[in-house]
């Protein structure tokens, strides 16, 4: 098992920043691509970014050249550098793994709120 702790959400006006960590424990073989997901009130959970263990990454076209997304293998963290930050960003974020046989471990999120 994986298990993924969430950090660092809060409530910031618009044009902020915010940054949030995930922190990975467990069967620490099996962590693999990580990624950052929120979902907003009243729609689906939506992927932010991912990285992998190379530190290749994707990042949704809503939130490319304002987030960041990062991954320090040696402590088992990601971290989502978030600038500029718009109401629409508000949303629960959740940290995931998938590990290498597709498995995936998802964190509780942690709330972030955008005021305008």
């Known amino acids: 098992q994986v298990r993924l702790v969430e950090s660092g959400g809060d409530f910031v006006q618009a044009g902020g920043s915010l940054r949030l960590s995930c922190a990975a424990s467990?069967?620490?073989?099996?962590?693999?691509?990580m990624g950052w997901y929120r979902q907003a009130p009243g729609k689906q959970r939506e992927l932010v970014a991912d990285i992998t263990r190379t530190g290749s990454t994707n990042y949704a076209d809503s939130v490319k050249g304002r987030f960041t997304i990062s991954r320090d293998n040696a402590k088992n963290m990601v971290y989502l550098q978030m600038n500029s930050l718009k109401p629409e960003d508000t949303a629960v974020y959740y940290c995931k793994n998938r590990d290498f046989v597709g498995i995936e471990y998802w964190g509780k999120g942690t709330r972030v709120t955008v005021s305008s």
């Open positions: 467990g069967i620490l073989a099996r962590i693999n691509v």
